[in-house]
């Protein structure tokens, strides 16, 4: 091989890099010079398989956003009946070491326009630090004005936030549940916004759209919120007006809880609890609905860190559905539809460990496909690359025009640095998908909520918050080696003219650099100083095998 690329320099004449490299299209002297053998191929045939697997997943977005506007008369706006007495509601607050969101998310929980006297409210605390204290002095404080609200304290925290869930349904007074998280703030109209569509009695749940209190707070929670708007524009507004299934988010919901036991109640075997007994429950024929119109607010994590552990838990979890759900889902009645959408949407994270596979094989790729022939390379790799990463730049393009359309052509600045992150979070989430998929358990870990909004606010909550970081381990250091790495491929890349790659191939150095310097600079360097695991860690237990 090397003495092959000695001969195509050599052949190379020394002029204009842009002159070169069409002279190389067309100079017959290049043609022959390279023969396929055996260890080209063990390495091309994986690495095809990869960008054909990726470039699928890619495709589908495009169907996402064809079903969000062939099913666009299928929005759900108004209800379609009304009740003529408003049926009694619970809302449930599953809380974990919140202490500086708490009394936030109380206040909004008791100030919704909903009659005192059908409305019952459980903080459902598992926490093992000082929220306990704050948490009861405010559920005092309005129990004293009035609400009807009760603390309810575990100390095992078995089932982590399934298991808080499913042990307030025992003293649940209501025929329906809302479920809000603790960095969560609905308007005051919420409820009535919800509780009429619920008068149709097939439907078991309804979903309203997340947004964001600091969405303009950091570079960083700029691009979270083009992410999630991704998901609550298109995902779940394709997939709702299709009739395919979707799934509860774990807050800004309500459930018919007839529907939660009928489907088996709140189980703790995955991750996203949320999702599994939505799949659980829309295969016993419940009905899901989706106001897209109807917002919420919610708190997006401000620190690198923070929004690490909130998306390994989603990728982990969705992987852990998809074993557990996804054979139901295929021996159903349902249509063939149905089961491909589902397929997509629950091993959508897969595509994580097959992004590591693609940076192993990517240099040696490049190698021999330098020698096979650049027209191969424009005509094969370069769509396939296209499909896997245009198809994400269309995807949220399409969302904030649909949200802000006005001024939904500055997500174009955006655009490189969503896609950089998407790659950076590549090393964590491939670890929750590969222990997903052997089988290994571990803890629920929550995201850190610290009451922050804007620059001016941060500092007395986030240091006092440092005690919730994780600890960091190796993950960031091998984010910083795998974009060194990436960096020689783009050097490699220059030096032999192949400069259709580079901007792809410098997302991937920024995404891994950025991901893992911001997580060194934001975390603890525990891997080198030893300290002493966070308050929160310490109680943490092996997670639950089983349901």
Known sequence: MLTHFAAILALAPRANPVVQFLQKQTNPAFKGL???????L?????????????????????????????????KTTEPKQHFAELPRVTIQLPIFNEQFVVERLVESICSLEYPRDRLDIQLLDDSTDETVKVAAEVVERYRAKGHDIVHVHRTDRSGFKAGALENGLKTAKGEFVAIFDADFTPPADWIMRVIHHFAEPGIG????????????????TEVEAILLDGHFVLEHGGRSRAGVFFNFNGTAGMWRIKAIEEAGGWQHDTLTED???????????????????????????????????????????????SIKDLPKVMKSDVSLHEKIEAWYHLTANISYPLMIALSVL????????????????????????????????????????????????RTFFYLPFLMALGIGLTITNSKGVIE?????????????KYSVQTKGEKSMAVKAAKKYRKRLGLIPWIELAVGTYFASTVWYAIANEN?????????????????????????????????????????????????
């Open 34 to 40: 390279y023969q396929l053998n055996g260890f080209d």
């Open 42 to 74: 063990a390495l091309l045939i994986p690495y095809f398989i990869v960008l054909i697997i990726l470039a699928s997943y890619g495709f589908h977005r495009y169907q996402l956003v064809w079903m969000y506007y062939k099913y666009r008369k299928n």
């Open 205 to 220: 749940m309804v979903q309203t759209r997340w947004t964001h209190i600091n969405r303009h707070y950091s570079f960083l």
């Open 275 to 321: 999702t599994d007994l939505s799949y659980r429950c829309q295969l016993k024929g419940w009905k899901f609905l989706y106001l897209q119109d109807v917002e919420c607010p919610a708190e997006l994590p401000i620190e690198m860190t923070a929004f690490k552990t909130q998306q390994v838990r989603w990728a982990k979890g969705l992987i852990q559905c």
């Open 362 to 409: 990517l240099l040696p790729a490049m190698v021999i496909r330098f020698y096979q022939g650049w027209f191969q390379m424009m005509y094969i790799d370069v769509p396939l690359f296209l499909a896997s990463t245009f198809s994400i730049s269309s995807f949220y393009l399409v969302s904030q025009k649909e949200l802000f359309p006005t001024r939904w052509w």
């Open 436 to 448: 997903a998929l052997v089988g290994k358990q571990t803890a629920f870990a929550r995201t850190p």
């Open 499 to 547: 400069y259709i790659t580079v901007p792809f191939l410098i997302l991937f150095v920024y995404g891994y650099w950025y991901t893992g310097l911001m997580s060194l600079l934001q975390g603890r360097f525990d891997f080198f100083s030893g300290i002493k695991r966070s308050n929160e860690e310490e109680h943490i237990k092996p997670f639950p095998v089983g349901v």
